[in-house]
Structure formats: C-alpha cells, structure tokens
C-alpha cells in the first residue's frame, strides 16, 4: 500500500492498532479539507502492528496532549518535504478544554462559559484532574 | 493578595501561626476588638448554612469591621443567572474580603480567580471547607496539647464528607499520626481523598466496626450522612443510622479521647454524651471563629 509522501505537515506514527481512530477524531480530522491518511494495522518490526496518521498540514491542536492518549506515539513533523522533528509527546501540565469534566457536581456544569481545565497531578500515572473539583479526568 | 481554597493553600508554618494568632485573641480579644474597624466582609452563601455564615459574621464583627452579604442563592443575582465571575467582580468594589459558600464544586475557586479581594472558600458542595478544618486543628491544639502522635478515628460518611477529607489531609502533614476510617461499606473515603496519606506513607485502616475501634483512638471525629449529597431517598434512609455514639460505645474508650463533631448534629451522636466532658463539637464551634478570625487577619494583611 502506498501513501505519498508530505511535504508539510504530521506524520504520527507508532500509534498502538485500533487507536488511531481515537487520535483521529481527538485531532478532529474529519473536519480538514486537507489530504489525511489513516493507515490501519501497518506491519511494525516494534509493535508487530500499529496505527500511522499522515496529515497535510500541523493542526492547531496541542499535540503534547496526545501523549494522554498514548505516551509512546511518535511525532514526526515534516516541512519541505523533510522531517525536521521528531519527538514522543510531553504530557502538558495542564490542558484546556480539550476534555470534559464529568462530575454532575462541578462548577463547569453550572457556569456554562467556563473552561475546562485538568491539571496533571502525576505523570507516572498520566493522572490529571479537573482544577475546579479535583475529579480524575475522564478517558478521551 | 491571597485565596483559601483548601487547607492545603496552607503551610504548616501559616497553620502554627493561624492557631498563634487564635490563642492570642483568646486571650486578648480586647486587643483585637478594633483590628478591621473601616473593612467590610461580603458572605455569599449560594446555599443555607448557619454555623459558618454567622461564624464569619462575628468574627468580622469582633474584629470591628462590617459585615454584607447574602445567605441564599434566590435573593442575590445568581436567580438572574449572573455567573460567578461577574458576582464576585461586582461585590469586590464593596468588600475587602469575600466568604463563599456554593453547592458546586470549585465555585469559591472560578470566584477567586475573579475576584479582586480575598476569597475564603466557606464550603464548596462535598468538596473542601477549610475553615472548618482551621477550627478541628485549634480544637485538637487546645484540647490535646500537640498534632502529633496522635491516633484519629473518623467516623460516618466519609465518602461524601467534606470535613473529613481535609482533616485528614491536614492531620497527616504531622509526625506519628494515623487513621482509623470507620464508615458503610458505601460512605467509604474515596480513593483522591487517601492520596496524601499514599504520598506520605501515613499509616490507616478501614473497618465498619466503630466499637471495634474504639479502644485505641485520641480522637473520634463523627460525621453526619448527609441527606443533600444523596440522589436517591431510599439509600439515604437506609445508611443515615449506620453509626450513633452512645454512652455504651465509650465504655472501652480512652478516658482523655476526644470527640469531634462538624454540626449540625442529626442524631449520630446521642444527646447523652453532650454531657461527658470528652464531648468537644461545642467547642469546635468557639474555635472555629477564633480561626476564621485569624485567617482574615492573615488574608487582609493587619498586624
């Protein structure tokens, strides 16, 4: 199978198989004009298989917060055509809006202008909690 | 300028000094009784509470300053659908200091990140009420002399008892203290309010078995299941008796044990034992407003 190459933009790579979806929804892929391939279940001497994400430009998203969804995935980013970057997501110490807090108790529920924010309490663990009422922070 | 959160917005320095502070105006109100002549506390209670709004309005009285406020959400501009932000922006043009209490989590904490005065968090829902836990540790300074070494039964709901949690996370900064959990097997301490007692290798233990416990604790800290934290009637009716002191549950208790209580009391601790002279939840209530004026001494700044 072959998918051209990218002059500018991502390629994620060494995504865990079955959860490039995730990233591609999480990335809100779906919505780009740009060219995006999403190649399932690539042979991987390391993973025996994984998931790749090529995307024709770098989304405004913060892509350390994919490391929330898989701390082992690698970002490669790519600019004329060369790959000037390569890195495994930082766990940002905190990440806003990019997920809910489910706890019917919270103050987000009731203030609905507010953002949502989750603070990373251990990176061991990948643990983040909302700022507001301190609830773990749900799976993406 | 500086908001309380939660207790652990708190050093064990500034504690020390917090409870210094308390036992001087003890001491001395006289020396206190002008400390905030010209400054004005706003309460904004979204939900009712008795002991602690009025709690902060006499501290702030006895200090000689002013008090303004509201003590339900329908009579301030939440009812209109005001945001937080927008409240506390606006009470901060006629306050010096803000005590807030709100049934959702995190409120007072959206209110201090808004506010241009401090803001005491004065309860948020099942969340954090540090100036009840300032008023346990004075009650436990006085009554017990020390912080440490101590063996702290707590008692009741504890999953949903905000008291408790905090407590906890601030006896725990203490050398030689440990916990014993005594609760439902459905009001057991959630698994975040146990984190700093993991971190800090505090020793505890969880049983159902108050009577059990008894024997080896200084202090027993009651609690009461709290009908507002449930959604279901039919649970709350069926745990709220769980655990009652009676005079017959002391009998194999420590003679200079201490009881604690958060009040309101419902009908978790017999009236019986009001008498015994380990009964503290009294006293608790005195404390609490020498530490809520401490605390506000520390926030504004006076010497």
Request: with cysteine; net charge negative; hydrophobic share 30%.
């Given at each position: 199978m072959n998918i051209d190459s990218i002059k500018t933009g991502i390629v994620i790579d060494?995504?865990?198989?079955?959860?490039g979806m995730r990233i591609y929804n999480f990335l809100n892929?779906?919505?780009?004009?740009c060219s995006v391939a999403l190649i399932k279940n690539a042979s991987s001497r390391k993973m025996g298989k994984k998931d790749i994400i090529k995307v024709d430009i770098v989304p405004?998203?913060?892509?350390?917060?994919?490391g929330f969804i898989d701390p082992n995935i690698t970002l490669n980013i790519i600019e004329n055509g060369e790959r000037v970057r390569k890195y495994h997501p930082e766990l940002p110490e905190r990440m806003t809006n990019i997920l809910k807090c489910?706890?019917?108790?919270?103050?987000t529920t009731t203030e609905q202008e507010l953002p949502h924010v989750f603070m990373l309490v251990d990176r061991e663990k990948d643990e983040y909690r909302c700022l507001y009422c301190e609830s773990k922070a749900p799976a993406l | 300028m500086r908001s309380i959160n939660?207790?652990?917005?708190?050093?064990l320095q500034e504690i020390d000094a917090l409870v210094q502070t308390a036992e001087h105006i003890i001491a001395r109100p006289e020396h206190y009784a002008?400390?905030?002549?010209g400054k004005k506390l706003a309460t904004l209670f979204y939900e009712p509470s008795t002991r602690t709004r009025l709690s902060f309005e006499a501290a702030m009285i006895e200090l000689g300053g002013h008090v303004i406020g509201f003590s339900?959400?329908?009579?301030?501009s939440a009812a209109k659908g005001e945001s937080i932000a927008d409240t506390v922006k606006t009470i901060s043009c006629y306050a010096d200091i803000i005590a807030m209490r709100h049934p959702k989590e995190g409120a007072p904490l959206v209110a201090s990140l808004n506010a241009g005065v401090p803001v005491i968090n004065s309860g948020d829902g099942g969340h954090n009420h540090p100036t009840q836990t300032l008023a346990d540790l004075l009650t436990i300074h006085r009554e017990k002399?020390?912080?440490?070494?101590l063996r702290v039964g707590v008692c009741g709901?504890?999953?949903?008892g905000r008291t408790v949690h905090s407590l906890v996370d601030a006896m725990?900064?203490?050398?030689?203290v440990s916990f014993v959990m005594i609760s439902p097997e459905e009001l057991k301490v959630p698994s975040y309010a146990k984190l700093p007692l993991k971190e800090r290798g505090i020793p505890y233990t969880q049983t159902t078995d108050l009577e059990g416990a008894m024997?080896?604790?200084d202090i027993l800290y009651m609690t009461r299941v709290q009908?507002?934290?449930?959604?279901?009637e039919d649970d709350y009716v069926r745990l709220k008796d769980s655990y009652i002191l009676t005079p017959q549950k002391l009998?194999?208790?420590?003679?200079?044990l201490i009881i604690m209580h958060p009040?309101?009391?419902?009908?978790?601790?017999?009236?019986?034992?009001?008498?015994?002279?380990?009964?503290?939840y009294f006293k608790q209530v005195l404390y609490g407003k020498y530490m809520r004026m401490a605390l506000m001494l520390m926030l504004l700044e006076v010497k």
């Open positions: 060494h995504i865990k198989a079955g959860d892929l779906g919505e780009m004009d405004d998203t913060d892509l350390n917060a994919l489910k706890n019917p108790r919270c103050i | 939660s207790i652990k917005d708190l050093s002008h400390k905030m002549a339900e959400a329908q009579s301030s002399g020390t912080f440490q070494n709901d504890l999953k949903f725990s900064r203490y050398d030689g024997p080896e604790l009908r507002e934290r449930f959604f279901n009998t194999h208790a420590k003679k200079d009040l309101p009391r419902v009908n978790e601790i017999s009236v019986a034992i009001d008498e015994d002279p380990r009964a503290c």
